[in-house]
């Protein structure tokens, strides 16, 4: 059975959950058992872990510090929830996954995208998404956005520069162009509207379930 694993990514205030949420929905009204989830988190000892990494107050957090916890948030995740929705034949979105870690820790905070990547190997046994969206927008305008829609508190990630959150741009297209195993990246401009990037994924996701379904059945 193709576990249909598929992972949404990019820079801070792309959209991600938005469009994942209003994906699912979608799915779900053409009779598909969808479950939404998120990174790091998504499960009880995830988000503890989360509001370890995200705190403002945590400044002395050490970059290998910090891809470690990320990685022992995604195990956890994975064997509590992602791992037996897939076995129940379930689609999984997921708002997040080991791509982030290769951006901002392998890329932008300069671990070494293959160290980290051999990190998160080992936490989820070569768990590797059917589908990952990269939803695409240039950081100030992302940074921007989550200035205007801010709701909640400010976490250590609004704390970094622009240049970093540039340099985290640059890191998924490093993974796009080098780390793109199966062509399973796809890019969507989401400097666009929510509308039509959700209009874009959905029509993108249909299409694709459409095409297992056909070969599953020969």
Not at 125 to 138: A, G, S, V
Request: charged letters at 30%; aromatic letters at 8%.
């Amino acid at each position: 059975m193709i576990k249909r694993f598929i992972t949404f990514e990019g820079p801070e205030g792309a959209g991600k959950t938005t469009v994942m949420e209003r994906t699912a929905a979608i799915l779900r009204e053409h009779g598909y058992d969808v479950l939404t989830t998120r990174e790091p988190g998504g499960i009880d000892i995830a988000e503890q872990i989360r509001e370890v990494i995200l705190n403002p107050a945590n400044t002395k957090m050490d970059a290998r510090t910090e891809a470690l916890l990320y990685a022992a948030a995604r195990r956890q995740h994975l064997v509590e929830k992602v791992i037996p929705a897939l076995d129940e034949g379930k689609i999984v979105l997921c708002d997040r996954f080991i791509d982030s870690s290769l951006a901002y820790q392998g890329y932008a905070r300069g671990l070494g995208i293959g160290n980290v990547l051999e990190i998160n190997n080992f936490a989820v046994l070569n768990l590797d998404p059917l589908m990952t969206f990269l939803l695409d927008i240039k950081p100030e305008t992302g940074l921007e956005r989550i200035q205007k829609n801010r709701s909640g508190e400010v976490n250590r990630l609004d704390m970094e520069t622009l240049d970093f959150h540039k340099k985290v741009r640059e890191g998924y297209f490093e993974l796009v162009h080098c780390y793109n195993e199966n062509n399973r990246f796809y890019v969507v401009n989401a400097n666009k509207s929510i509308e039509d990037v959700v209009k874009e994924v959905s029509e993108e996701l249909l299409d694709y379930f459409q095409i297992i379904k056909e070969f599953q059945s020969k």
